[in-house]
């Protein structure tokens, strides 16, 4: 809710950047309690918060990717983001749940005669963002820990240890050229360039004394001595390790699958490589999950055709279920995507060594003159077969809680990992979503601080096509029954999957808040039931938000 601009009369004291800035924003009666409302200081959005009666000013825009915060969802003194769960104190503006990885500025609030007053100063409104503080390197602390992988999760963790106030040696050594980036934004967002979508820039990671290694690939590990060897016959000692190497797609296997322009998507150059091929040509996409589906979103009104291959019945079958991938099914056929499901590709044909035809199993024969693959990842572990390291049948490496492996001193984190899922009741699982990994990282650091400090998440993700966002968050693995509430024809619904008779996760389209606010009761450790989920009405839960 915004507040009256004629109740915004700012005064200003100070210089340039420091100017102090003084506004009344709204009466003290206006604003009920747990209510947020979106005011304005000196033209800038703020967001005020009533809490018990006590009154929070905090940067009013998501610092992930400037959601308005004052559509989210507050429980207590949490609140989380309506878009992709991230979460924050009101008091203090400190994120306490990913996938942003900054904070929210605060600004002194005052009330005199029933009147609220916002004082910040002006250069903290020009940014809905505040960096953690953090420690920097100290040359006389020669303990090293050292990051394998260039990911979210090993970002995270670097950043954790230097604002717990570690002042060693943090090394990541990564096989990619890049500094940590956003790689949701690969396939969602295929014409941006790699500088787009970094998350931190080098100049801020030299600036907090974390070393980057650029094309660094490990290619073994002595766990006895603590040192880990790279491809280019290096080898770096470390005093903890973690692993977060993430995973890699899965290859086709069968014939042509090496010809020319058939791809995978993994990298920045690989997305630009994508959209550069596809442009005006015909593209098939084998598989029918998050890149597959992404991918035709995105380019369903630049390539020439679009075919997407898939051996289940809809798209999204495994993570989402056969109702919300039908409804993404729909939306893309709608902009001419073909689907031809409950089949397989058995071969790829080409000419001059570039790919031309694919052919089905059905015999049925789609012009190719791109082929993206997207059937699945496998962790990114094989370096260490043959060690004592435990892993599972898939090569994910078994952590507990604390991300630590069976190995002294040594963790692990993100795609690479199977870890107790709280709501698979303590099962082992492998999640593939960035808000998780950085979670992984964030609690990697504090027990390589010796903080005894386990994982508490509900796993939050989310895809977007055609401008539309799909939203999930839980654990539905196992699922057995739906609850639908809205409409998956008209696009506006609430998905909750039940297990046990209780709900395990849910998904959503243009119901926001809704799937944040599930995410935050699962968080509380409240269980929901299948009889409470099907009470529900999408435009206003009120069982959840008492819960």
């Known amino acids: 809710m915004a507040a009256n601009p004629s109740l915004c009369s700012p005064t200003a004291t100070g210089m340039d950047g420091d100017d102090i800035v003084t506004a009344e924003v709204c009466k003290e009666d206006d604003v009920g309690d747990g209510e947020l409302w979106e005011v304005m200081v000196a033209g800038y959005p703020v967001l005020l918060v009533r809490n018990k009666k006590e009154f929070s000013a905090l940067g009013s825009k998501c610092p992930h990717y400037d959601a308005p915060l004052s559509k989210g969802v507050l429980k207590g003194e949490r609140l989380r983001c309506p878009w992709h769960g991230a979460c924050f104190n009101i008091k203090t503006g400190d994120i306490e749940e990913y996938p942003s990885l900054d904070c929210l500025p605060c600004f002194k609030v005052t009330v005199e005669d029933g009147k609220v007053f916002v004082t910040a100063k002006k250069k903290d409104l020009e940014s809905s963002l505040r960096v953690k503080d953090t420690r920097k390197r100290c040359l006389l602390n020669q303990d090293t820990m050292l990051l394998l992988g260039g990911g979210v999760a090993a970002l995270a963790c670097a950043e954790t240890l230097r604002q717990e106030g570690f002042t060693g040696r943090i090394i990541m050594a990564t096989k990619e050229k890049h500094v940590p980036y956003d790689k949701s934004k690969l396939s969602k967002e295929m014409s941006l360039k790699a500088e787009d979508v970094y998350l931190r820039k080098p100049e801020f990671l030299d600036a907090r004394g974390i070393e980057l290694w650029t094309e660094k690939e490990a290619v073994s590990v002595d766990f006895q001595k603590q040192k880990v060897h790279f491809m280019d016959r290096s080898?770096?000692?470390?005093?903890?390790?973690?692993?977060?190497?993430?995973?890699?797609?899965?290859?086709?296997?069968?014939?042509?699958?090496?010809?020319?322009?058939?791809?995978?998507?993994?990298?920045?150059?690989?997305?630009?490589?994508?959209?550069?091929?596809?442009?005006?040509?015909?593209?098939?996409?084998?598989?029918?999950?998050?890149?597959?589906?992404?991918?035709?979103?995105?380019?369903?009104?630049?390539?020439?055709?679009?075919?997407?291959?898939?051996?289940?019945?809809?798209?999204?079958?495994n993570a989402l279920g056969p109702q919300v991938g039908g409804v993404a099914m729909k939306m893309l056929q709608n902009k001419g995507v073909k689907f031809y499901m409950k089949t397989e590709l058995c071969e790829l044909k080409g000419k001059d060594g570039k790919v031309t035809e694919a052919v089905l199993a059905s015999g049925e024969k789609l012009p190719a003159d791109v082929v993206v693959v997207g059937i699945g990842v496998f962790p990114n572990s094989a370096f260490l077969k043959g060690t004592s390291i435990a892993r599972d049948d898939s090569g994910a490496i078994l952590v507990d809680l604390r991300m630590q492996t069976n190995i002294p001193n040594v963790f692990a984190a993100g795609d690479v990992v199977s870890f107790p899922v709280a709501l698979l009741n303590g099962d082992r699982s492998s999640i593939h979503h960035q808000q998780v990994a950085e979670a992984h990282g964030h609690i990697a650091a504090l027990n390589m601080l010796k903080k005894e400090k386990e994982l508490h998440t509900v796993p939050f993700f989310w895809t977007t096509m055609l401008g539309k966002s799909i939203r999930y968050a839980g654990c539905g693995k196992g699922y057995v029954d739906t609850v639908v509430k809205g409409s998956l024809e008209q696009q506006k619904f609430l998905i909750f999957y039940i297990r046990d008779g209780f709900v395990t996760a849910a998904a959503s389209l243009n119901c926001d808040p809704m799937v944040s606010l599930i995410a935050e009761v699962l968080y509380l450790g409240k269980q929901i039931s299948k009889e409470e989920a099907e009470a529900c009405d999408i435009c206003n839960i009120p069982s959840l938000a008492e819960t």
């Open 235 to 317: 080898s770096q000692k470390y005093n903890q390790l973690l692993i977060a190497i993430g995973s890699h797609s899965s290859s086709l296997k069968v014939p042509g699958a090496d010809l020319q322009n058939v791809c995978i998507l993994q990298t920045p150059e690989d997305s630009s490589k994508i959209l550069e091929l596809a442009t005006g040509k015909n593209l098939v996409i084998i598989g029918a999950s998050f890149i597959g589906m992404e991918v035709a979103a995105f380019l369903s009104d630049k390539a020439g055709a679009i075919s997407v291959v898939e051996k289940r019945e809809f798209p999204f079958q």
